[in-house]
Every structure is written in structure tokens, then in C-alpha cells.
């Protein structure tokens, strides 16, 4: 089992529509981040948030960490063709190491 | 010039060869890492190094070993390579630890063990 769940796995949507991806885990988190990775690249930070309900923005994207530290969310407006990768969160437990989830592959259709 | 490179990008080895995996970076960071990446399994940690002499078991350490030979330099060892341990592999580093800790991923090695 995984430490942190992520849903859906698979979101395909029209550009323009709104979404949202969910982050979830039974443990208390440091921090957490969100990366987006292409294929053939490695993952890339978009974001890190660190106090429980803190939300932060970016652009059309607005990440949420939940009030106990176990869960986050990312919700994209208006999502474009350029938003498609695959987005993965990761948690820190114990101000050690990282834990990922299993990511949610987006696919914006023109 | 890419701050993490690995090498090589792809490799394709048969089952009971030994295969290693090199990691090289530019930013200064103390901290190394080693994932691997499966079809709905996202990144797991293979090893991690803090420094130079720090090596740390991950979550999937078996049939694996690793070797920190400089502050710039982590490699993955695969002793004998068996066809479940096809995936893609990556390195990663970080400075501080703390929580706002940012990791670097470098582009990724395929391996196909057939």
C-alpha cells in the first residue's frame, strides 16, 4: 500500500474545463509538494505547502494542504493543452525523506 | 548544461548481468537520491545519501546497491538484473532537508532487463 493516494489516475478533459486532483494519506505531513513531469524528463516543483490549510497560487493553478497536514488538492482553471503531464505529489514524513504518490496523468484535448 | 545528468539514458541488459547507473551533479547539494518510476506506482525510493559517507536504505532497497564517490557522484548498482526491475530509474538531489526542501530530478534512465 502507499503512503499517499492520489485520484483520479487518469483525467481527460477539453480545454477550458476546470479539475481537480486529490492527494490523500492517513499520515501527518511535514510539508508537501506537487510536481508535473513530461514525458521523457524528470519531475519538476511546482509547488510546497507546509501549514495546514494553506493555500497557494500559481497562475490557473491553486494548491491546497489540508487542515491536519494528511491531504492536498490541485485544482486547474481553464485548463489549457500545455497543462497535459503526468502530476505527482509527494509528502515529508518526519523531516526526512519524500514519499510520492502514484500521480494522475492529465490529458487537455484542444 | 543540465545541473543532473544521468548516464546512460537508456540500457537494455539481459537477466544476471550486473548493470550500474550514474548519477552526476552540478548544483552543490549534499543530499542524493535514487528512485524508480512503474505504470501507476509513481516514484519509489530505491537509496538515498546525505553526504559523502551517509548511505540510507529506501523503500525498495533490495537487489540494489549504491555507491557515493564524491559529493557530485551517486551510483546504482544492479548485481544480478532481473526482468522486474525494468522501469525508470532516477536520481534526484536536494540542499537542506527542511521542509521546504526542493528536489532536482535528473532526465531518467530507461532499463529493459530481458
Known amino acids: 500500500t502507499q503512503l499517499l493516494e492520489q485520484s483520479p489516475q487518469f483525467l481527460s478533459i477539453q480545454e477550458g474545463e476546470n479539475l481537480t486532483v486529490y492527494c490523500n494519506s492517513s499520515?501527518?505531513?511535514?510539508?508537501l509538494q506537487w510536481y508535473r513531469q513530461e514525458p521523457g524528463e524528470g519531475p519538476v516543483l511546482l509547488v510546497t505547502?507546509?501549514?495546514?490549510?494553506e493555500v497557494k497560487k500559481l497562475k490557473r493553478l491553486t494548491f491546497q494542504f489540508g487542515d491536519a497536514r494528511k491531504d492536498s488538492s490541485l485544482h486547474i482553471t481553464a485548463a489549457q493543452p500545455g497543462d497535459t503531464g503526468l502530476y505527482l505529489c509527494?509528502?515529508?514524513?518526519?523531516?526526512?525523506?519524500?514519499?510520492f504518490g502514484s500521480g494522475t496523468k492529465l490529458n487537455v484535448k484542444p | 548544461d543540465a545541473d543532473v545528468t544521468q548516464t546512460p539514458r537508456n540500457r537494455i541488459t539481459k537477466t544476471g548481468k550486473r548493470i550500474m547507473l550514474e548519477c552526476s551533479q552540478t548544483?552543490?547539494?549534499?543530499?542524493m537520491y535514487w528512485y524508480r518510476q512503474d505504470p501507476g506506482l509513481g516514484l519509489r525510493l530505491i537509496y538515498y545519501?546525505?553526504?559523502?559517507?551517509?548511505?540510507n536504505k529506501g523503500e525498495i532497497s533490495d537487489g540494489y546497491s549504491v555507491s557515493r564517490q564524491a559529493q557530485a557522484k551517486f551510483s546504482l548498482s544492479l548485481e544480478s538484473a532481473i526482468p522486474n526491475q525494468t522501469a525508470l530509474y532516477f536520481c534526484?538531489?536536494?540542499?537542506?532537508?527542511?521542509?521546504?526542501?526542493?528536489?532536482?530530478f535528473g532526465p531518467g534512465t530507461r532499463l529493459t532487463v530481458l
Open positions: 509527494a509528502g515529508k514524513y518526519n523531516f526526512n525523506k519524500f514519499y
Open positions: 534526484a538531489t536536494s540542499q537542506t532537508g527542511g521542509s521546504t526542501d526542493t528536489q532536482y
Open positions: 548544483k552543490g547539494h549534499d543530499r
Open positions: 545519501s546525505f553526504d559523502v559517507k551517509d548511505i
Open positions: 505547502v507546509v501549514t495546514g490549510g
Open positions: 499520515s501527518v505531513f511535514s510539508s
